[in-house]
């Protein structure tokens, strides 16, 4: 399967403030799938990027595919508590793997 | 809402037991994954499935073994327990393409 690198590995931002995660490859991708993952729970499922510099919006969330298709970015406005997390990003191959992912806390 | 099981959500069990973690989906998925994830850390895959009686290693190594008899079904065994086996592991499933995976709620395995 093919790899990436996510960064940052943490965030720390004060509730409100604006975060952006991004995950990059050595390779073209075809597809790029990103997960959330709360502390202690499972990976959900959020979003799936397929086209060349494609933007997709989930409310206060905004992913992007890079024209070239090596890299990826989740960025969100105004981060809320329910923010936190880990988020993955992965190439949606046979196999499934994930970047190593970034931590995201809010402080109040 | 995703319909895939895992169980025990919670394990602990001494060294050297034998021991099998279940997991089950009702979604008619062919694609199944087993991941090891330590608290806070990344996701690794151990063992994936693309079908009945299709087994192969992820790309950490793992001692675990696991089979697939059954489309719905993808149990995962350790011969002898060690504390080193100590983890979370996640099962997951996906759908015909390479569509979403759906996760069980994990088993959090302790060997003392």
């Known amino acids: 399967g093919q790899q990436v690198m996510q960064i940052p590995q943490y965030q720390h931002v004060q509730e409100g403030e604006d975060f952006t995660t991004y995950c990059n490859s050595s390779?073209?991708?075809?597809?790029i799938q990103w997960y959330k993952q709360r502390p202690g729970g499972h990976p959900v499922f959020l979003i799936q990027?397929?086209?060349?510099?494609e933007v997709k919006k989930q409310k206060r969330l905004t992913f992007q595919f890079g024209e070239a298709k090596k890299n990826s970015s989740l960025h969100i406005t105004a981060t809320q508590t329910t923010d936190v997390g880990t988020y993955f990003c992965?190439?949606?191959?046979?196999?499934?793997?994930f970047g190593k992912g970034t931590r995201l806390h809010i402080l109040p | 809402e995703a319909d895939i099981y895992q169980t025990p959500r919670y394990l602990v069990i001494g060294t050297g037991k034998k021991i099998t973690l279940e997991c089950s989906q009702t979604?008619?998925?062919?694609?199944m994954y087993w991941y090891q994830q330590d608290p806070g850390m990344e996701l690794h895959l151990i063992h994936y499935?693309?079908?009945?009686?299709?087994?192969e290693k992820g790309d950490l190594s793992s001692e675990s073994t696991v089979s697939r008899i059954r489309t719905e079904h993808f149990p995962l065994t350790l011969e002898s327990a060690r504390p080193s086996h100590t983890s979370q592991y996640l099962c997951?499933?996906?759908?015909?393409?390479?569509?979403?995976?759906?996760f069980g709620q994990g088993t959090r395995l302790t060997v003392v």
């Open positions: 979604m008619g998925h062919d694609k």
């Open positions: 992965a190439p949606r191959d046979d196999k499934i793997i």
């Open positions: 990027l397929v086209k060349s510099g």
């Open positions: 390779t073209t991708l075809s597809n």
């Open positions: 499935s693309y079908g009945v009686n299709s087994t």
């Open positions: 997951a499933s996906s759908g015909f393409g390479n569509t979403e995976a759906f």
